[in-house]
């Protein structure tokens, strides 16, 4: 059974900082590419940012580049997104997602397993 465990949500005033992990099995993880999702009220699945399976290529959504980083551990098949400064535009739960390969693409349909989410919520 695949599970993905996202950890390291919560609530943080604007401007502060949050780090998301998620602990994936490395047998589902590591030769495949990594993302972060977000989804706040009322609005659809969004993609955030993603990462190769090598780590040697990552992309990320406008709304979030310069602020956000996401890296990798391959050998213990866990992903990190390291925010900040953080805005009250970033409200919504973050999910974790393993790729059906090796490149990290920007639909969900590219993505085979998905975690539970993780709340994070920024006040103004």
């Known amino acids: 059974q695949v599970q993905l465990a996202e950890s390291g949500g919560g609530l943080v005033q604007a401007g502060g900082s949050l780090r998301l992990s998620c602990a994936g099995s490395r047998r589902t993880s590591t030769n495949n590419a990594m993302a972060w999702f977000r989804q706040a009220p009322g609005k659809e699945r969004e993609f955030v940012a993603g990462?190769?399976?090598?780590?040697?290529?990552?992309v990320y959504a406008d709304s979030v580049k310069g602020r956000f980083t996401i890296s990798r551990d391959r050998m213990s098949g866990t992903a990190y997104l390291q925010m900040s400064p953080l805005e009250p535009e970033d409200t919504a739960v973050y999910y974790c997602?393993?790729?059906?390969?090796?490149?990290?693409?920007?639909?969900?349909?590219?993505?085979?397993?998905w975690g539970q989410g993780t709340q994070v919520t920024v006040s103004s």
């Open positions: 990462i190769s399976w090598n780590g040697g290529n990552m």
């Open positions: 997602a393993v790729a059906r390969g090796t490149v990290a693409g920007r639909s969900s349909d590219s993505y085979r397993y």
